[in-house]
């Protein structure tokens, strides 16, 4: 139990905190290295479908919901990092 | 329906607008309310600028000739900004830390801040930029041309192009060289900017959702209108589809406007995470109505329309006037902000790296003594404007602008991408060379010009199409759109793949094989380690010039209220007092990255340079100043030693010579005196011999005579012995015979020697006190005691004379204490010399070697003898050797 008012600061409980939110930041980072990577590979797919008999839009429909969703976990990703490097700040 | 002369007035009122919100954008900045302005949001717009009017425009033509494929021109840059944490981040980050200008600051500065790179990357960017900033005159001249009816004779595209260019170069002169720190944000510009992306990116959406709902029934029915277009088929080269995202991708990085926008005008490291989504989504909206439009222009207007001008004129051929107005305006902020920017970051690089340099060069005595540096920075920067604008004029009229809006792009995406290899290099691998960047710059250059740019301006103009078709001189591996044989291969994929492997061949290979100088090896590892350390470079080891023309010249570029500030914080850090700081390297360095940030690295340094000592310090320089001092200073070192030994030496010599000479001296002088002393009982005994060899003498007298005759033989013996004596004693010959004796027998032993009768001389002793064993040879002991005996007796002048013998236990010494006389100070010190008598030789009896000899004597017994001057008659000191001494202390024996 942490002392009333005061930080728990006994052995034991804070490296595991900070090993904990340090090993998030880490992988807070192989995610954004990985991010366009994975997109990359999103965006070429539709190379890998039948010629001539898949349709334009389709495709367009597919490229545009994976460009929105990239857009999304770019939020998410730009938002974690920031608090990230709050955190790590101070 | 709307006229030219309505549009073109539609157009000079919103230019008007775009005037007064950059007027008012500088303005609040310089009130210092220019906390929004500073907003990730309008970074992130200014990354607009990458949609030019070949986007607005173009993509829809794009889109209606080659589907889909118009999309990589906007997934490439995605991925750039989804990848932001890795690549971006740094570029920023190292553009802030360098001060960088433009991206040839940046590749100049990386590596050893070489003019050279900095001068090949302008010369690549102005070449692969102008048919770009043609592009947008040429899109603004046709765009009009769109709404020009057949009786409006002012629409030719040329004069439209001409007044357009004048009037964007007006633009950016007055926004863009406010200030010369190009770090500093272009808030004018910026705003101005941020106001066109909401325009135009406003006008493609409103296009486009008056395309699908109003024309195309929805989106399900538009999605049914594209399957059943002429673009229905998914058929996509998966070569191109890559080849043109990674180019795109590339672009974003390498084209110098989108690296003034993203590098060089942010503000805020963090404005990347928010520009990282948000970008993207801009690009997204962007293309999103592209194919919807293709299709329903292809779809509805006449045959042989122009897809390029289809967002123009589907609203037109629809009746939708104010529609299309703002589509124009939308177009024309496209091609608008694109010029602005572009040309900022061109006139930036051909000012920084190519003007100023040169003029520096031709003004030998350096910028101290020039004129108004800054004024001419500015001036330079204006002209390369004028120039950068009026060269785009000149490639749209002479290419006719007949080319297809989208190759022209591509061209010039494929030129300005070679500086990628000597970027990426740059920024993660510290083995990249200044050669080795040099090397591939040039070789991709020469490539791109060979296989794609001289190829585009027309066919035939460049390039005689024999020499497309067989080669030059017949060389068929060599033709412009086949090199080494890869045939059938897409023009712009061809161009892109050999140009950028050969670069990178080129750069990597060059880098291994060469050896990076200092200044490089320094900028490499502050780059590539940006994270790491926030050091400045090397580079100023020593600060020649002083701080006040350090400051004449800071305020000539800076202006004055700018650079005393810098001084004053610089002199505040070093805690200094007055307005002026302590020139030292670490203030060098900062202040070379303050005026980087105005003329870039390459000319800062070379400025800085020319102040300190007229000449640019470089760290080689500095390497081998340093190594002639150590070798002077080890050189220097040597000599002292040398001059130091012959000094000793010489003192050494000039101490045996004056030995030698005292010796001489002395010889001489004690050889007069051993003459002198010999030849004066010998007179009188070869006197007396004569007179006796004559006889007739009575016999009283000649016994007389010959008792004369023996006394001075006697004494000739006497003073043989004496110098015998000294003799061997001097020569530290003849044993000593160290014996434990008490000190009152020698003493007495003494006495009964020299005075077997005490006759007139009285004797005070003490026998008690002199009761003391002390270890010594006491027949030499005594001898010494004998002369000084001796001497009282023969010396003393009083009426009663007395002698007392005093042992003085604590400085272990017999006091030979007389009541005469006494003898002056002055002769004190001369009568223990050899020969030295005082006043009357008379009485002495002796050759005057009696103290020498005394003296002589205890030297050897370690002990000395001595005057003491100041007491009352004549005292003569014994004072034993310290160790006798103390055991005469430690036992005493009762007598």
């Known amino acids: 139990m942490p002392l009333p008012g005061g930080e728990d600061t006994r052995p034991g409980r804070r490296p595991i905190f900070l090993a904990r939110a340090s090993y998030r930041r880490r992988r807070l980072r192989d995610a954004a290295l990985l991010a366009p990577l994975a997109a990359g590979f999103l965006w070429a797919l539709p190379l890998l479908w039948p010629r001539g008999d898949t349709p334009a839009s389709r495709v367009l429909v597919y490229l545009f919901a994976t460009w929105a969703l990239s857009v999304l976990i770019a939020v998410l990703l730009a938002r974690a990092l920031r608090r990230a490097a709050r955190a790590e700040e101070s | ?895």
């Open chain 2, 1 to 895: 329906m709307l006229g030219f002369n309505g549009l073109v007035g539609i157009a000079l009122l919103y230019v008007a607008f775009l005037f007064g919100v950059a007027f008012a954008a500088e303005r609040r900045a310089a009130q210092g309310r220019d906390g929004w302005l500073r907003s990730p949001w309008i970074y992130t717009l200014s990354l607009s600028i990458y949609c030019t009017a070949w986007t607005f425009y173009g993509a829809v033509g794009y889109a209606a000739r080659s589907g889909l494929e118009y999309l990589t021109i906007y997934l490439g840059p995605s991925l750039v900004m989804l990848g932001w944490w890795w690549l971006l981040r740094k570029l920023v980050r190292v553009g802030r830390a360098q001060r960088i200008t433009s991206i040839a600051d940046l590749i100049s500065s990386r590596f050893g801040k070489s003019t050279l790179l900095g001068v090949i990357v302008t010369l690549l960017a102005v070449v692969g930029v102008t048919p770009y900033i043609a592009l947008q005159l040429q899109s603004i001249a046709q765009s009009l041309d769109v709404f020009a009816g057949p009786g409006d004779t002012a629409g030719d595209g040329g004069s439209v192009a001409l007044w357009s260019a004048i009037g964007l170069a007006l633009f950016t002169i007055l926004f863009g060289t406010r200030n010369l720190d190009a770090n500093e944000r272009h808030h004018g510009i910026v705003m101005a900017i941020a106001v066109e992306a909401v325009v135009k990116i406003g006008a493609l959406l409103a296009v486009g959702i008056f395309v699908v709902w109003d024309l195309g029934g929805g989106p399900s029915a538009m999605l049914a209108r594209i399957d059943a277009s002429p673009i229905a088929a998914w058929e996509q080269s998966g070569g191109r589809w890559v080849g043109f995202t990674l180019l795109s991708a590339a672009a974003l990085l390498c084209l110098p406007r989108m690296f003034q926008v993203l590098v060089v005008e942010n503000a805020d490291e963090s404005h990347l995470g928010t520009a990282s989504w948000a970008f993207p989504l801009y690009l997204l909206l962007m293309s999103l109505f592209v194919v919807p439009i293709a299709v329903m222009g292809l779809e509805r207007l006449p045959d042989g329309s122009n897809p390029d001008m289809f967002v123009l004129t589907l609203p037109l051929a629809e009746g939708r006037d104010g529609l299309a107005a703002w589509a124009f305006l939308g177009g024309f902020s496209s091609a608008a902000s694109m010029v602005m920017v572009a040309t900022i970051a061109l006139a930036t690089m051909v000012s920084n790296h190519i003007v100023v340099p040169l003029w520096l060069h031709a003004r030998a005595q350096g910028a101290v003594m020039s004129g108004d540096v800054r004024g001419m920075v500015l001036i330079s920067r204006r002209l390369s404007i004028l120039g950068v604008l009026g060269l785009g004029y000149l490639y749209f009229r002479l290419s006719g602008g007949g080319a297809a809006l989208a190759s022209i792009g591509l061209v010039a995406f494929v030129g300005v991408v070679q500086v990628l290899p000597a970027m990426l290099g740059g920024l993660f691998w510290r083995g990249a060379t200044r050669n080795g960047a040099a090397a591939g710059l040039v070789i991709g250059f020469a490539v791109w010009l060979w296989s794609m740019f001289l190829p585009s301006v027309g066919d035939g103009t460049a390039i005689p199409a024999a020499v497309m078709t067989q080669g030059p001189f017949g060389l068929a591996w060599l033709r412009p759109q086949a090199l080494f044989g890869s045939e059938g291969l897409d023009p712009v994929l061809h161009a892109a793949l050999w140009s950028l492997v050969l670069n990178s061949m080129a750069f990597v290979a060059v880098s291994l094989a060469s050896f990076p100088g200092p200044v490089e090896r320094l900028q490499g590892a502050q780059f590539v380690g940006v994270f790491d350390h926030s050091g400045g470079p090397g580079g100023w080891a020593r600060g020649a010039a002083d701080a006040e023309t350090l400051l004449v010249m800071a305020q000539r570029i800076l202006g004055s209220a700018e650079a005393q500030a810098i001084f004053a914080r610089a002199a505040a850090a070093q805690g200094r007092d007055g307005a002026l700081p302590d020139v030292t390297p670490e203030f060098i360095r900062a202040l070379e990255r303050e005026l980087a940030g105005s003329v870039g690295a390459a000319t800062a340094h070379a400025m800085i340079g020319q102040m300190t000592e007229g000449a640019s310090v470089t760290v080689e320089e500095l390497i081998a100043v340093a190594d002639e001092t150590a070798q002077i200073m080890e050189y220097s070192g040597r000599l002292e030693q040398k001059s130091a030994e012959l000094e000793r030496t010489a003192m050494a010599l000039r101490e045996a010579n004056a030995n030698l000479t005292a010796l001489s001296v002395q010889k001489d002088g004690f050889l007069s005196q051993v003459s002198h002393e010999l030849r004066t009982p010998m007179t009188s005994i070869r006197a007396f011999a004569e007179i006796l060899r004559e006889g007739g003498l009575a016999p009283d007298e000649q016994a007389r005579f010959a008792a004369i005759i023996g006394d001075e033989a006697g004494r000739l013996t006497r003073l043989l012995d004496d110098l015998l004596d000294l003799a061997v004693l001097e020569a530290g010959q003849g044993r000593l015979d160290m014996r434990r004796v008490v000190l009152s027998e020698v003493l007495d032993r003494a006495l009964a020697a020299a005075l077997p009768d005490p006759g007139g001389l009285r004797l005070l002793r003490d026998r008690a006190t002199e009761a003391v064993e002390i270890e010594t040879d006491p027949d030499r002991l005594a001898q010494v005691f004998i002369n000084l005996i001796a001497n009282a007796r023969k010396y003393c002048d009083a009426a009663e004379p007395e002698l007392r013998i005093v042992w003085r236990p604590e400085p272990g010494a017999v006091d030979f204490i007389d009541n005469g006389s006494g003898i002056p100070a002055e002769q004190g010190r001369v009568i223990f010399e050899k020969f030295s008598r005082l006043s009357d030789p008379g009485r002495a009896g002796g050759a005057g070697l009696g103290l020498a000899i005394c003296r002589e004597i205890m030297t050897r017994l370690g002990g000395a003898v001595r005057h003491l001057p100041g007491s009352e008659g004549t005292t003569f000191r014994v004072e034993l050797p310290r160790n006798a001494a103390a055991l005469a202390i430690d036992q005493p024996v009762a007598v």
